[in-house]
Structures are given as C-alpha cells and as structure tokens.
Nanobody, 122 residues
Framework: QVQLVESGGGLVQAGGSLRLSCAASGRTFSRYVMGWFRQAPGQEREFVATISTSGGSTLYADSVKGRFTISRDKAKNTGSLQMNSLKPEDTAVYYC???????????????WGQGTQVTVSS
C-alpha cells in the first residue's frame, strides 16, 4: 500500500502560480497512476489531472487545461501539480491520489492524501 502527503498549498492572488507536491511512501509509487482532485466547500470532489505510471500519458479537466501541468519523479516517489494563471474558482482543497488506471473517476483511486488548501484571491 502507498501513503500520500500533499504540500505546497497556500494563498495566492489571481493570475499567480503555485506548485503542489505529493510525497509517497510504502509500496512502489511508480506502479500506480497518480491523480489530483479538488473539493471546494459545499461541492463534490472534482477531477483535476492524472498521469500514467510512466509519466507518458496525461489527462486534464477542461477547466484547467493549458494552465495546470501534472508531472512525476519516479526516482523520488513524488508527484507535482504546477498551477499557473490561477483563478478564484480554483480555490479548493487539493488531494493527491494513487490508482490503477488513467481515469477521471475518483472511485478508481484507492489511496488518498490528506489534502492541502489552495486559496486564490481576487
């Protein structure tokens, strides 16, 4: 089993950037698809991006395409989400997740981090 811890959240002005990190421990992270999801107050958890085990394939939500970039470092057992041109509607708790397939469905991810808060002010 993999354990995940997110970091890098914070407060940023609209148009700014943040980089989130996902640190993995336990079983080999490189054998799992890594995804990012977010949840705003009163809202359902929403797919953001996901990346294949090799890092060669990615999927993005339409709302973040062109602004966010997902990546992973196999040797360090870490993943990242680079967020540029941030908007107030990006405000949410962001979660890293490990799963078995490249999908936007959160039910396909069996291991979740505790989340990190991202707040974008206008």
């Amino acid at each position: 089993q993999v354990q995940l811890v997110e970091s890098g959240g914070g407060l940023v002005q609209a148009g700014g950037s943040l980089r989130l990190s996902c640190a993995a421990s336990g079983r080999t992270f490189s054998r799992y698809v890594m995804g990012w999801f977010r949840q705003a107050p009163g809202q359902e958890r929403e797919f953001v991006a996901t990346i294949s085990t090799s890092g060669g394939s990615t999927l993005y939500a339409d709302s973040v395409k062109g602004r966010f970039t997902i990546s992973r470092d196999k040797a360090k057992n870490t993943g990242s989400l680079q967020m540029n041109s941030l908007k107030p509607e990006d405000t949410a708790v962001y979660y890293c997740a490990a799963g078995g397939s490249l999908t936007m469905n959160p039910n396909s991810y069996g291991t979740w981090g505790q989340g990190t808060q991202v707040t974008v002010s206008s």
